[in-house]
């Protein structure tokens, strides 16, 4: 017998990263769901779009990894809506990245963004949610699970974001509160389609996809789910879930796996100039055919 999901009516619910992809997704299905939705992120004009289609909420433009940026919009929305029940830290860039050849410069933006962005998301938005006995949650992805090449950058930021949630799980679970971890496989969004639509990507003889390209649609039935439930773990496509307790076994089966090509995608990585996945401050993003590959949200 189907467990009815718990109402979502009235929950009020912050996401970063909302302006495109899983985060303004979530917000349109969590509105529609009668929860009352604020939204914070890059990409101003994306961003109010997705606020009128969620009945005119709130959002503000703000970089996630800027505390300064991030306090106030968070302050701002939370008080728009008058409390906070859930927060979505969903906000995440990719980029492939050959870990020898590749610019540090890279790793650290990636780092920046998507696990102190991960982390300042929780910082500013945590009291709320365990005053309320409400619900956090850490958007990581199977990456953080299971490595492959080129995508060294991402893992290690994705991996490090898991280890937050999990942490903080610990030390509010007494306020009442809970923390949950998102695991994704490859989903049909642009981070996949320009994250990993590479001459690289496509020189590791992968035809398209590692693990299959899945339909954003079963995400976002996850997350609803999830969140409604305030669930420790949610994972889309549902095979995820059978990976993680079994990820020490899983890497060395795919490291054998994909090894006939790697030598030749890394040279060709170490001189393409691949865009992140949703440009940032400062720089401009040049949009590549999409042709997705590699494990990750």
């Known amino acids: 017998m189907l467990r009815a999901n718990p109402s979502l009516a009235g929950r009020r619910v912050l996401i970063t990263g909302a302006a495109r992809g899983i985060g303004a997704a979530l917000a349109q299905r969590l509105h529609e769901r009668g929860a009352r939705v604020a939204l914070v992120g890059l990409e101003p004009e994306l961003l109010e779009q997705v606020a009128k289609s969620c009945g005119n909420a709130p959002w503000r433009e703000a970089d996630v990894a800027n505390q300064s940026q991030l306090d106030v919009a968070v302050a701002e929305v939370v008080a728009e809506l008058g409390g906070l029940d859930v927060v979505v830290a969903n906000a995440g860039i990719a980029t492939q990245f050959p870990l020898l050849e590749g ?62 949630g999990n942490t903080l799980r610990s030390e509010i679970r007494q306020s009442g509160a809970r923390v949950g971890v998102a695991y994704f496989a490859e989903l049909d969004t642009e981070m996949t389609s320009r994250g990993f639509s590479t001459e690289a990507a496509a020189a590791l003889g992968q035809s398209g996809s590692v693990t299959g390209v899945t339909p954003l649609k079963v995400a976002i039935d996850a997350l ?74």
């Open 103 to 164: 610019d540090p410069a890279i790793l650290e933006q990636m780092l920046r963004v998507n696990v102190m962005g991960s982390y300042l998301t929780l910082r500013a938005a945590g009291p709320h949610i365990r005053e309320s006995g409400g619900y956090a949650l850490v958007v990581a992805s199977l990456a953080a699970a299971v490595q492959l090449p080129l995508l060294g950058a991402y893992s290690a930021s994705k991996a490090a974001t898991e280890a937050i």
């Open 224 to 297: 609803e789910r999830g969140i409604a439930r305030r669930s420790r773990r949610i994972v889309a496509p549902g095979w995820v879930a059978a990976i993680l307790p079994i990820r020490m076994v899983v890497q060395p089966v795919m490291d054998r796996l994909i090894q006939r090509n790697v030598r030749n995608a890394l040279a060709i990585a170490a001189t393409e100039d691949a865009p992140f996945t949703t440009p940032q401050p400062g720089d401009a993003l040049v949009v590549v055919p999409p042709a997705p590959a590699g494990v990750g949200s």
